[in-house]
């Protein structure tokens, strides 16, 4: 076999991309990467970008964290690997877990490692049917969950994903429930005042329980802020009013903070910053700042109290990964934690908020964005043809996409989704480069704008 010469043939002809355009890639060629500094990336072709969207919304303490190598090495160098099967642990797993424990809202709490955000879901799905099933309920078993949702991409995780695209797959399968996506501005009727958006949203749980049972009910799983749906905020009250629902019908609430969790609202948690408690929550990305792929499932008492119970029943809980709380991962996590509440990221987010919000209401001052929207520092700006009427631009112009390939030409980084432009910056950005992204993103939306008019 020949090797092709160049990184972008290369990376085509032996790597297959996920979540990629390929007519775009086949177009304008693919993104090889050599390494990072600050917020910023560079590839094979000399050319930087500034990563408007901190990796996966994961780098959050930028591409080359000093702190954050030092401690992988360290881990590296004294224990470089282990599990977490048939009672042994790393010291590391401990020390993480007891960290999280102390800064998750509960008062007591039991924490579960994976390798990712998916897995965490499905652990969690898992552990839901394994308690409801050994208090006698094995008929609960249905979940709940939004569309516009983003859960993951495992089977589980991806039927409780509520985006049109996993239908290729055949999913969701059976018992996955989506329910109404909390965004106003797309989906509330006309003359209908956000508080009465917020309570039909309310009924359609009520009915929805009502419908299919709360004994076939396990779990409703919510983003605090909908990530990978576009951004999408929950409209006014709504955590107020659903989880006083839930409660009454003994659904457990699980928080999937993947993306919300570790100060990207400006409170160390969504559910902090939307003021409601779960009964559990899913963590990933943040957690390890992105240096190293883990995911966590935090249960609050009463599940872990629960999930415990049904475990001593039958001896066990039988399920985990090879590398379910690899040492080096809960080291780089333990560091990443310390980084965030100790090195001024966490006030960082919260500093810069407004610079970023009125960045983007600058910028949706144009004629063509529908609306602004966010929380801390996760925002989106929404295409719209017509602003007063909402009506979006003819999908086959693909005008995000347009969007994001004319930043990156530029040396910006910013995902198109859906209608909308999706920015996550890191927690240590500047000023100065929040202007160099907002200068490259607004002179990219006049462009492509002025194109498709
Ligand atoms: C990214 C994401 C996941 C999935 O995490 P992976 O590590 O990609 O499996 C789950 N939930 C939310 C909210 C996410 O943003």
Redesign the pocket.
Known sequence: MTIPQSWDARAKSASFFGFTDFPSINERGTVIVTHGKGPYIYDTEGRSYLDANSG??NMVAGFDHEGLIAAAKAQFDTFPGYHAFFGRMSDQTVMLSEKLVAVSPFERAKVFYTN??????DTMVKMLWFLNASEGNPQKRKILTRVNG?????VV?ASMTGKPYNSVFGLPLDGFIHLGCPHYWRFGAAGETEAEFTARLGRELEETIAREGADTIAGFFA?PVQ??GGVIPPSQGYFQTIVPILKKHGIPLIA????TGFGRTGEMWGCETYGFTPDAI?S??NLTAGFF?M?AVILGPDLADRLQAAADAIEEFPHGFTASGHPVGCAIALKAIDVIENEGLLENVRSLTPYFEAGLARLAENPNIGEWRGKGLMGALEAVKDKDTKTPFDGSLSVSERIANTCTDHGLLCRPLGQSIVLAPAFIMTEPQMDEMFDKLGAALKQVFAEVG
């Open positions: 996966l919304w990712s955000g998916s897995e965490a879901n983003y859960h993951g991409v495992t995780s983003e990530g990978a999937d903070e993947v993306i899913i990933s990305k792929p995911g």
